[in-house]
């Protein structure tokens, strides 16, 4: 049997799913990310600093942790959507999706036929995934509309109407560089407009995912009824550790000092 997708059986079940998000090109610390005990890891190559090469390598690496290995893409592209599922993708998250018609364009490129135009070729899903990907892909893969765009907050309804629809994905900043203006706090258009979105989701039945600054605003998110919460990406979480750990050294040296093993350093 197919390989099962565990952020599909968490929603289904009502359970939240914690998302990581890779913008560094690293299979090194997309393995280590996989194993932190997330729900699944999404390479993002649409601001991520990387391409396919590495991506590719990124999705091999979580595929040796519990998560599962989802992307976002540049753009909706069918064949690098297409491409990418081949590679190992279990979910994929399509950035600017303003209209149902896009949405629906990426349903199908993410399913096989009848219900999708999804060109065969499974490679690395095979592997993954199992000797009978291409039987079960359709009930399996992911296919996720980010919602960051002022049309497609007022064409809602019409986006989670279109079958195939897994989940949508909330971009705040790009919501509120369109109907705030800025990406400055308070920026409450766009909060009252996300609002709206996730009520709109609940009532088609559609779980909500939403990017976040930090595992605070995550917790926020998730006591509004997002589904699917991302506490950062990698770089943000790197450069806020060692920023602390340097203010923290440089505030006056810790009286004793621990040792401890930990990856050979």
Not at 7 to 32: F, H, K, Q
Not at 42 to 49: A, E, I, N, R, S
Not at 152 to 161: N, P, T
Not at 162 to 167: N, T
């Amino acid at each position: 049997m197919m390989r099962s997708n565990l952020v599909r059986t968490r929603l289904a079940a009502g359970e939240s799913v914690i998302n990581a998000w890779l913008s560094i090109g690293s299979s090194y610390s997309a393995e280590g990310i996989g194993h932190s005990g997330v729900h699944s890891v999404t390479v993002d190559l649409q601001h991520g600093m990387f391409g396919f090469p590495e991506a590719l390598h990124m999705l091999q690496a979580i595929s040796a942790t519990p998560a599962m290995p989802m992307v976002r893409l540049p753009a909706l592209d069918p064949a690098q959507i297409m491409h990418l599922l081949d590679a190992g993708a279990y979910g994929v998250i399509c950035p600017m999706i303003s209209t149902p018609e896009q949405a629906a364009a990426l349903v199908s490129a993410c399913r096989y036929p009848p219900h999708g135009t999804r060109s065969f070729g499974p490679s690395r899903g095979l592997l993954y995934g199992g000797p009978d990907y291409v039987a079960h892909a359709n009930a399996t893969i992911m296919a996720i509309p980010m919602i960051e765009t002022a049309e497609a907050v007022e064409r809602i309804d019409e986006i989670l109407a279109v079958p195939g629809v897994d989940m949508i994905y909330l971009g705040p900043n790009d919501l509120a560089f369109a109907i705030d203006g800025h990406v400055r706090h308070p920026r409450p258009e766009s909060e009252r407009a996300m609002a709206r979105v996730l009520a709109c989701a609940k009532v088609h039945g559609v779980p909500v995912g939403i990017f976040c600054a930090d595992a605070v605003e995550a917790a926020a998110r998730l006591e509004q009824g997002y589904a699917l919460v991302t506490p950062g990406n990698d770089f943000a979480h790197l450069t806020r550790s060692l920023s602390g750990a340097v203010r923290s050294l440089l505030q006056g040296m810790p009286t004793k000092a621990s040792v401890a093993a930990g990856h050979g350093y």
